[in-house]
């Protein structure tokens, strides 16, 4: 009798997918905020198309380092290859602006090989956050092909024994995964959602619960990476690559997460992937060493706070999540989420944070963390930092009932 009614219930979940229309509550955003806003993805439209210009054909926004005045780019198989499309994309549902979806389109074109690329884990970022919302804005059979051939890819990277996608290639005896991998599993709920294929929405699922499991502790912060044994799934390790250390909270790291389990309560209703995302939120947002601002120290344990580097990437993940994430959880912490964001959101817009027109290479953002271990990416633009903080943008317009 309980499969009777259960059943339905899942069915619809898969076939309906995103909503945010899960609890009723009151939000009101600033007119100001909202003119800010408006005024932001206007100059973003121009900054984009003077990108645009900037790049060969087969090469994708990176960075700008403005102490040499020169653009970093990469070929499509970097993992941040999608955002660049998705931004364009982004920016022309909003200003309808044929220019940047003619850019797009164009860029697609040499993305879309991708999708076979078995090698990363980071389709989602790739293909999900480029042809998926270019599906979104006019679906397409070829862009669902795409799609589909992605997640397929993406699938072969799940181990049953670990109960994870690998995230790195490394030696066989090492599994290695990282928080910024549940960022990729919305492309596989689409999937079972177009396909009725309930293989891919299975391996988001175990993907989800071992991480919750490994990655966090007992405070609700994340480490970065998970390293299992390939063959018993056991954890050999439990480390940082990008953060300062193995213990800390590495921000854009905390901020990944924050937004993914928010996705996996989105997509399966599960109370426990809510009950992660608000924990996590309470993690960072009730931090002693989050800045008054709201705009993250790379790394919340960094040796150097307050004189740390500020990273506005993790900032605009963790805007753009809190803007969901308050459609969900309780009143209060809803409250508390959106005014969060809506200062997320004022202080990015902030001549400290938003660049000049043809400046910063194009990019909307400065002042982002890439590496800093490495000593890559440092103090500078970055293709995702741009594409959350357009995505927070229009979430936030969109309690105005504005698109």
Known sequence: MKITKIFPVVLTLLLVGPTFAQQKKTFKPQKAVLATINANLADADAQYKYMATQLKPEEFPKTFHPETGKMETSNSGWWCSGFYPGTLLELYAQNHDEALKTEANRIMGVLAK?????????????????????????????????????????????????????????????????????????????????????????????????????????????????????????????????????????????????????????????????????????????????????????????????????DASAAAIMSSALLELCRYTDNADAQTYFKTAEAIIKTLSSATYKAKPETNGGFILQHSVGHFPAGTEIDVPLTYADYYFVEAMKRYKAFAGRK
């Open 114 to 310: 991708e999708q076979y690329n078995t090698h990363t884990h980071d389709l989602g970022f790739m293909m999900y956050c480029s042809f998926g919302t270019a599906n979104k804005l006019e679906p397409k059979p070829e862009y669902k092909q795409i799609l589909l051939n992605s997640a397929k890819s993406l699938s072969t990277r799940f181990n049953p024994k670990v109960g994870c996608i690998k995230s790195w290639d490394s030696k066989p005896s090492d599994f290695l995964v990282i928080i910024d991998n549940m960022m990729n599993l919305e492309l596989l709920f689409w999937a079972t959602r177009e396909t009725g294929d309930s293989s891919f929405y299975k391996i988001a699922v175990t993907h989800a619960n071992t991480t919750i499991k490994n990655h966090y502790r007992p405070d609700f912060s994340s480490y970065h990476v998970i390293n299992y044994n390939s063959e018993t799934g056991a954890v050999q390790e439990k480390k940082t690559a990008q953060g300062f250390a193995n213990e800390s909270a590495w921000a854009r790291g905390q901020a990944w997460g924050l937004y993914g389990f928010t996705v996996m309560y989105r997509e399966t209703k599960d109370k426990k992937y809510l009950d992660q995302a608000n924990n996590i939120a309470k993690f960072l947002l009730n931090n002693p060493n989050l800045p008054a601002d709201k705009i993250p120290y790379w790394d919340f344990n960094a040796s150097n706070i307050p004189s740390a580097l500020r």
